[in-house]
């Protein structure tokens, strides 16, 4: 596997748990940074960045726009904003339409990013029940990244994991126990 | 939407700004970059573009498709009281100052297709303030304005502006604001009455007069670093002193040396000129 530049996790239904049984086993000093964009519902800011920074020594902020993405720091996609990854490496917020019924949109932060990160770009998707995120994950693998989901057996809800299953080549399927390991060997 | 999108380079677009510039004037080359290239590849993709030659045609050669694209490229999504808590800060603590002036002059750029407008409007009425105020309304875009102008909002979105005003403070029944036509809410005649659309582009046009009000809330997050500099040098030009400058939430003042002159409103995006 190529040096990773940055780490993008999408879930939606069911995710947040997942993220809550991996963050504790990360590595406090990761080489990447980790952009999380998950589905919630708008007025809930703050709550989510507050309740994650409680389970890993890494820096946990939301996203501002404009913000250089710097290593080592966990950033979270604001609710009703879609967050995109520029060709300088600084976060722009968007608040366009919504993209399949979600802002922010997954597909929005894949698709900016893999562009700007190529082949160095690894994209998780986790659970949920949409598709928002598949069509991420082709313009991931159509500029060299890699693509990984969670296992659909062990998601709580499968529909987005399955999804990307069936449309795209997916380079690794990860059950949750098997996650913090993969996200710190690409350190 | 669910859109696969299409591969352009940075370089074609890079070409295409540089085109809208050199034939109608409209300079969006200091606007973000993955914004704006999502927006164009969003418009290739609606219109089902042969191929990135004949796109560019198109828009070079073709004024009405060229109205198109500056509507598709920029984004018009608003509604009314939008984040109402914000609506309730202007509700209880900044238009009640600013009502001990003779007159109160807004401007509320980057006004879309006026929903926030027409919010403004409702408040300063129920504070007995509206005779005695004028908000300039504008946006870069003559086809949205001419939609504002209508005042005339989709029937089913009133349930959720609804919600968003009561919960911006207003103690009205807010369907006394409009009435249903159809498919449609009309606004009454005396919201419009205090509004003038105009088209104004922050990127090329100046000041053209003092505020004691500028609200601007997200457009600045379209903008490069260099461009927000410049249009909030715009709005400090354009603000009388002791004025209020108001961001959208994910919006700041705080990296710009006119910070110093202001002095933020707590826990909200907006700010007062102090000196």
Known sequence: MGKCDALIIGGSAGSLDVLLKVLPALSPTLSFPIVIVVHRKHGSDSLLPDLLSGKTKLQVKEVDEKEPVQAGVIYIAPSDYHTLIERDHTFSLDYSEKINYSRPSIDATFQTAAEVYQDKLVCLLLSGSNADGVNGLKSVKAWGGIAGIQDPASAQVSYMPEQAYIHVKIDYVLPIEDMAEFINLLS | MNLELPVVSDEQVEVLLADLLEHYGYDFTGYSKASIKRRILRLYSLDKAVSFAEFRYRINNDTFYFKRFVEQITVNVTEMFRDPVFFKTLRNEVLPKLGTYPFIRIWLAGCSTGEEAYSISI???????????????????????????????????????????????????????????????????????????????????????????ILCRNVLIYFDRDLQHKVLQLFDDSLEGLGYLALGTKETLDFSPLSKNYKRVPAEKIWRKVS
Do not use: C, R
């Open chain 2, 123 to 213: 408040i300063l009425k129920e504070l007995n303030l509206l005779h005695k105020s004028l908000i300039y309304a504008t946006d870069l875009n003559p086809v949205v304005l001419e939609k504002a102008g209508q005042s005339m909002f989709a029937m089913s979105q009133m349930k959720q502006y609804s919600e968003n005003y009561i919960l911006s403070g207003g103690t009205k029944d807010f369907s006394s604001y409009y009435t249903a036509n159809y498919s449609l809410a009309k606004f009454s005649d005396e919201l419009k009455s205090k509004i003038i659309f105009s088209t104004h582009n922050l990127v090329s046009d100046h000041s053209f007069n003092e505020f004691q009000l």
